[in-house]
């Protein structure tokens, strides 16, 4: 089976053959798979009224149990949302009254932001949608494929870290 990134491999063997461009084989791959998935992921967000870092952001205080609070760098490192993305999403959450922010009795110059009643219902009601979308995107691959994917993600994430970490 021959996919996009194939004709792309082949227009570079054919224009450079000097260079060993394999290595845009699974980053080319990655992209256009996570490109979908994104896509995929917005349509049922988007149908509770959310994008993908503010349902990242309610999840994350979701699934860190009662009593549903966390500071912003909390946030920041629980969730896949970067760390200039927190403000803002927390300054629109607020906005619509999914979460509250108050002042941290542990560090008087911080915050700690708390899952409302209103965000809590939201979040639970997005959840089911979100896992049956995961696993309607999963569906072609078997439960073998799933674990060996997850683990060579693992490792490539950790690989990326890395040469980011080690970059002049």
Known sequence: MTDHVDRILAQWAAARPDL??????VLGRLARAARLADAR?????????L?????????????????????PT??????MVTSSAIAQRLNRLEL???VLRSPNAADGRGTVVSLT?????LIDRALPDHVANQE????????????ALATLLQALAESLA???????
Not at 41 to 49: I, K, Q
Not at 162 to 168: K, L, Y
């Open 20 to 25: 060993d461009v394999a290595a845009m084989a």
């Open 41 to 49: 992921l917005g349509v049922t967000f988007a149908a509770h009224g």
């Open 51 to 71: 994008d993908a870092a503010s349902f990242d952001v309610l999840a994350t205080l979701r699934r860190n149990g009662e009593p549903f609070r966390l500071t």
């Open 74 to 79: 909390e946030i920041q490192q629980s969730a």
């Open 96 to 98: 619509d009254g999914l």
């Open 117 to 121: 009643p209103e965000g809590r219902a």
């Open 136 to 147: 309607r995107m999963l569906a072609g691959l078997t439960d073998a494929q799933r674990a």
């Open 162 to 168: 890395e040469a980011t970490a080690s970059r002049p």
